[in-house]
Each structure stands twice: as C-alpha cells, then as structure tokens.
C-alpha cells in the first residue's frame, strides 16, 4: 500500500486511464483546430444564408465520408474527424479497462465492462 491507501496496480491503472483520457482530448482539440483553421482560411469570407438551414452535406454523416474528407485536407471533414474522436476517448478508456480487469481475473467487472461497452457500440453505430 502506498500513502493514499491503493495498491500500486490501482494507481497505474488510473494513472494509465487519466493519460489516455487527457491525450485523446488534446488530440481531438487539435484537429478540430486544424480544421477549423483550414475551414476559415478557405471559406472565411462568403456570406452565411440564414433564411434556410442547410443540414451537412451527405458525405460527412458517415464515418466513411468524414474520412476521406479528413484525409482529403477538408476543414469541414477534420472538424467531424475531432470530433469522432473526441467521442471515441471514452470508448476507450471503456475498452482500456475491460483489458485491465481481465488482466487482473475480475471476471465480474469484465462481464459488467463488456455491457457498458456493447452499449456505447450499439449506441454510437446502432439506428
């Protein structure tokens, strides 16, 4: 036991989580960064229409479409790129710890993770 009263193995799991969770954060920050940066550089200057909404273009409401136009240099497609993997993060930090909890023989934790996990999965991809 260490001075906050958690095993060493407890602690490097947070440890481990907390650095995955921070650097998919910063990761998608920047690349919504970087598109929106390119987005503005190429597109800065036309008027906005404000008297009809105009939902986003077909190829950017998959994740096929988003990453060819991420790819591409697109701003619009580094911008849902971001933010795909903003949602991503906590999807694997979910995935992180069933890896952790089976590593450990947690067998109940990884039946309840697995759960959790095929319910961000379903809900993310599921119609």
């Given at each position: 036991?260490?001075?906050?009263?958690?095993?060493?193995?407890?602690?490097?799991?947070?440890?481990?989580?907390?650095?995955?969770?921070?650097?998919?954060?910063?990761?998608?920050?920047?690349v919504v960064s970087l598109?929106?940066?390119?987005?503005?550089?190429?597109?800065?200057?036309?008027?906005?229409?404000?008297?009809?909404?105009?939902?986003?273009?077909?190829?950017?409401?998959?994740?096929?479409?988003?990453?060819?136009?991420?790819?591409?240099?697109?701003?619009?497609?580094?911008?849902?790129?971001?933010?795909?993997?903003?949602?991503?993060?906590?999807?694997?930090?979910?995935?992180?710890?069933?890896?952790?909890?089976?590593?450990?023989?947690?067998?109940?934790?990884?039946?309840?993770?697995?759960?959790?996990?095929?319910?961000?999965?379903?809900s993310l991809?599921?119609?």
């Open positions: 036991m260490n001075d906050t009263g958690q095993k060493p193995s407890n602690r490097e799991m947070e440890t481990l989580i907390g650095n995955l969770l921070r650097a998919g954060v910063i990761i998608a920050a920047s598109g929106g940066i390119i987005y503005i550089f190429r597109h800065g200057f036309e008027l906005a229409e404000y008297k009809v909404f105009l939902r986003e273009p077909a190829d950017l409401c998959s994740i096929g479409g988003i990453l060819r136009n991420a790819f591409s240099g697109h701003g619009r497609g580094l911008i849902q790129l971001g933010l795909l993997l903003l949602i991503a993060t906590p999807i694997a930090r979910v995935a992180l710890s069933i890896f952790e909890f089976a590593r450990k023989h947690d067998t109940l934790y990884v039946i309840v993770t697995l759960i959790v996990f095929s319910i961000l999965i379903y991809l599921g119609r």
